[in-house]
């Protein structure tokens, strides 16, 4: 956000900034929170899915679609000065629904949130999306990278799939 977008949608602010990086970029802006009436057609629309949605609920339904529909999807979130980041690949990676039973209690729309936090978290989100769509690197799936910004510590943990999982789990 910059200053003179105090107050409008930040959406059309994102992709007025890429068009502006970029003239040939085609942007589809989409002004809407993901909900069950729209997921489907959402997820449907993306090759790869980036999850930064601010509420789990929002999240756990991409996760659903994502793994109903077979599209990886780069899970990115963030939490005052700590941050997550995943790639959910499924059936070859946990989902988030493997990971979380329950979103945690703490985290809301109208948390605190600093912008160097969000902007490295969604630079690593988007190189997370890169190394999908272009073979390069080696994607986080499997493993979850948590940062804390307080003391920037970073660490990769490993992420194991639920067979109980409502998601995609096989019994």
């Known amino acids: 956000m910059t200053h003179d977008w105090l107050g409008r949608p930040r959406v059309e602010c994102a992709a007025q900034r890429l068009r502006a990086l970029n003239p040939r ?20 629309q993306a090759d790869v899915v980036v999850d930064c949605a601010p509420l789990f609920e929002e999240r756990f339904l991409m996760n659903r679609e994502a793994v ?57 989100g988007a190189m997370e999306a890169i190394k999908l769509l272009t ?11 948590a940062c804390d ?7 990769s943990v490993k992420t194991m799939r639920r067979l109980d999982c409502p998601v995609c789990g096989t019994g």
């Open 68 to 124: 109903h529909q077979g599209k990886p999807m780069v899970e990115c979130a963030m939490y005052e000065l700590e941050a997550q980041i995943t790639t959910i690949v499924s059936p070859q990676t946990p989902c988030l629904a493997c990971m979380y039973l329950e979103p945690p209690p703490d985290w809301r729309r109208e948390f605190p949130v600093f912008g160097a936090v969000s902007g490295m978290v969604g630079c690593l």
């Open 135 to 145: 073979g390069l690197g080696e994607p986080l799936q499997g493993r979850l990278l």
């Open 25 to 44: 970029l085609e942007v589809v802006a989409v002004a809407e929170n993901v909900s069950e009436a729209n997921v489907a057609r959402l997820v449907g």
């Open 149 to 155: 910004l307080r003391t920037m510590s970073f660490r």
